[in-house]
């Protein structure tokens, strides 16, 4: 997973790059367009002197005839207008060739436009370099997903297992203490307790510790001495008077008449 997420941030950084790459091979190209590929380093402008000097010497032979045909004929005459038109047709020459002058110029490469087209060169090399480099990481990141997803489910797998031989060891173990338990039940079966030994045989006594007929005798003396203290508490605690001496030692008075509990008592006073 971490080298697929270097290679995926590989990837990203490579797209951005190849796109940055293709604007700028555009925007080249469109300069290039713009821009001349040579460009005018050096003008001159100069006349044609031997063409001049040519037509400058015609039209001056053509005066010099004119003016000695003038001698002889008149100006209206067929020979003096044919000369003049050769005259007119020299001096426009000449004024035809000072107006259009001699035009030298120098051109050589234009520097924005070479720089231009050796961006543009660098630009396309660098971008099949980024092509080739973006399909490399996207091939190499596709085989880092498929064995991401096959590492994935083979932990998935790894777990079933782990929990399948976790179940089986507990469950051995299980039979192991099992086993032992059994075994130690089968060898307390055949010696007995483990580690315990007689020391003295047990015998029985020859008389009882204690007697049947002891034993009535002491309860009816617990009963007749818990029967007589209660009955002597009972008395203690009782605050009725029962004889005239009592009335006498309590009250310091005589008494008169009593009366007994049974009517059958006599009268004593």
Do not use: C
């Amino acid at each position: 997973m971490q080298k697929l997420s270097d290679v995926d941030a590989n990837y990203r950084q490579v797209q951005v790059e190849l796109a940055e790459t293709a604007r700028r091979v555009q925007e080249l190209k469109q300069q290039m367009v713009a821009l001349q590929e040579r460009t005018t380093t050096q003008v001159r402008i100069a006349d044609n002197p031997e063409l001049l000097k040519a037509l400058k010497s015609s039209l001056l032979e053509l005066e010099l005839k004119r003016t000695q045909l003038l001698t002889k004929f008149e100006p209206n005459h067929r020979l003096v207008q044919e000369l003049d038109q050769q005259i007119t047709q020299a001096k426009g020459a000449i004024a035809v060739e000072m107006l259009a002058p001699l035009r030298d110029e120098t051109t050589d490469k234009n520097p924005n436009y070479e720089w231009a087209k050796s961006q543009l060169q660098q630009a396309q090399v660098q971008l099949r370099g980024l092509e080739a480099r973006a399909a490399a990481t996207g091939t190499q990141a596709a085989g880092y997903r498929t064995l991401a997803r096959q590492l994935g489910e083979d932990a998935l797998t790894q777990d079933n297992l782990l929990g399948v031989a976790k179940a089986a060891l507990d469950n051995y173990l299980l039979y192991v203490k099992k086993r032992e338990e059994a075994r130690v039940d089968d060898a307390l079966d055949q010696r007995g307790i483990v580690n315990v030994a007689i020391a003295e045989r047990p015998m029985a006594p020859a008389l009882p510790v204690s007697s049947a007929w002891m034993l009535l005798a002491i309860g009816l003396v617990a009963a007749a001495a818990s029967g007589t203290a209660a009955t002597f508490a009972a008395d203690y605690l009782d605050p009725a008077f029962r004889t005239p001496d009592e009335v006498l030692a309590y009250l310091n008075a005589p008494v008169l008449a009593s009366l007994p509990k049974k009517a059958r008592g006599l009268l004593s006073a």
